[in-house]
């Protein structure tokens, strides 16, 4: 007997292909688990808190003081520096690799005295890419420093965004470590999640241009 067409079962199949992308469920199996690879913690964290938006070349001559994930930083519109201290691990030669970061708030990666990335849970970008592929004479250990500002990407509102800002607003450190990086798994995600879009009601198989 031949088999149904994925057509007969339009929804159990969306549903499969979602939990499949999902960032929320099944992430121990599904695809996006599968996005980082081996994965180490910083060598060294530290941290200091100002009320000031200060340069670069100020804020890194301020006193760093010890940091790990978990810590608490704020308040509302306070400025959180942290200075990054890494080793990438001599076995991870010819992969990419990336700092994965999370925390509260709207960081900015600065590397050899200049801006490079932003980083923020928001926006889903919580990685920055340190190599494309390691090479054997590349250096292993370096530097970075992520300025956090304590704040939303929209502003601070308590409890909604259109609300007043909270001014004892606290905000949290939760991921800092390195990751082995699978392009060719985020490159098939992102084609799937393209393709989810396509098939979602409003562009069904009756429904196409």
């Known amino acids: 007997m031949a088999a149904a067409p994925a057509l007969k079962h339009w929804r159990t199949t969306l549903e499969r292909v979602e939990k499949f992308v999902s960032p929320l469920y099944f992430t121990d199996c599904n695809l996006r688990g599968r996005l980082f690879g081996a994965s180490c913690p910083v060598a060294v964290l530290s941290s200091f808190l100002t009320p000031e938006r200060l340069p670069y070349q100020e804020a890194v001559q301020r006193d760093f003081r010890p940091a790990q994930v978990g810590d608490s930083f704020g308040p509302t ?3 959180c520096w942290f200075r990054v201290e890494l080793t990438i691990p001599e076995a991870w030669v010819g992969q990419e690799v990336h700092l994965c970061w999370e925390s509260d708030g709207e960081g900015l990666v600065w590397r ?3 801006p490079v990335q932003g980083l923020t849970k928001e926006g889903e970008k919580t990685s920055y890419v340190l ?3 390691l090479g054997e004479r590349d ?3 370096l530097t970075l420093y992520v300025e956090v500002a304590c704040n939303g990407l929209l502003g601070a509102g308590k409890g909604s965004m259109i609300a007043a800002p909270d001014p004892e607003k606290m905000f949290q450190l939760s991921r800092a470590e390195l990751a082995v990086f699978h ?3 985020h490159m098939l995600l992102v084609d799937l ?5 396509i098939a ?3 562009f069904g198989p009756s429904k196409r241009l």
């Open 77 to 79: 519109w306070w400025t």
């Open 112 to 114: 050899d005295g200049e």
């Open 131 to 133: 190599t494309d592929r």
């Open 139 to 141: 250096p292993r250990s």
């Open 183 to 185: 392009r060719d798994v």
């Open 193 to 197: 999640e393209l393709l989810l879009g």
């Open 200 to 202: 979602k009601p409003g």
